[in-house]
């Protein structure tokens, strides 16, 4: 049976690769052990002799994911290492879907839309939608934005704090009984058109591999050894 394309995302609990590289059929991939998840924020700091602090920004936000896997067998084991190999270390880039944000902490669906277009570097933006949304967004979520105008938009981002109609910022903007206000780490990466969409469940992290070698250990119990670390990689 034809496919419409290659899988381009590492195999998790949720997820599998079929032999032939299609994603999302068979059996699900193996559970990771442990996930290590590292805010990287470059910053520049200069302090005078009077102790005044001057700090500013000097590189792009990036998250840093270290995955290590419990011990695998060799049918576990193949769909990860040969998806990997194939992504020939940095050169291509993949996405991961990690277990800790692939729902939001509480039950949540519908359509969380953009409310007004946002400006790249906005610390903040408003959503609409929750006169039908149930459930809702609560920081240490995490999502993506999917927007027609920008397909290059992959920026995975968490949100810190939510403003809603009764807790908000005096003197700031009050959000309608529909909306909300997100403050989000990083600073929004790209400009976000309006009714742009929030997607919140299985968000994803574009990301490539830090190392260019590959290795596993094979246990005298036949069970393989195995972690890998990747870094963000935008478009």
């Known amino acids: 049976m034809a496919f419409s394309s290659f899988s381009n995302r590492l195999p998790d609990p949720n997820y599998s690769i079929r032999e032939w590289g299609e994603g999302g059929a068979g059996d699900a991939g193996p559970g990771f052990a442990s996930v290590k998840v590292t805010s990287a924020q470059p910053t520049a700091v200069s302090v005078t002799n009077s102790g005044r602090v001057s700090a500013r920004s000097i590189a792009g936000h990036r998250w840093k994911i270290a995955i290590t896997y419990n011990p695998l067998t060799r049918d576990e084991f193949e769909p990860i290492f040969n998806f990997l190999l194939e992504r020939k270390g940095a050169l291509k880039p ?39 949304v149930s459930g809702g967004l609560r920081p240490g979520d995490m999502f993506n934005f999917t927007d ?15 403003l809603d109609n009764t807790n908000y910022l005096s003197g700031g903007t009050q959000p309608a009984s529909d909306e909300r206000i ?29 190392s260019e070698v590959r290795e596993y250990s094979l246990g005298t119990n036949n069970l ?11 478009p």
């Open 148 to 162: 027609s105008n920008n397909s290059n938009h992959k920026k995975a981002y968490r949100i810190v704090r939510v």
């Open 182 to 210: 997100y403050y989000t780490v990083p600073s929004v990466e790209k400009g976000v058109a309006n009714n742009a969409t929030l997607t919140y469940t299985n968000p994803t992290f574009r990301v490539m591999q830090e």
């Open 224 to 234: 393989y050894t195995f972690s890998l670390e990747l870094i963000e990689a935008q």
């Open 94 to 132: 993949f996405e991961v879907v990690l277990p800790q944000y692939n729902s939001p902490r509480t039950t949540t669906s519908g359509t969380i839309s953009v409310d007004g277009a946002i400006t790249a570097g906005a610390t903040n933006f408003k959503v609409d939608g929750f006169g039908s």
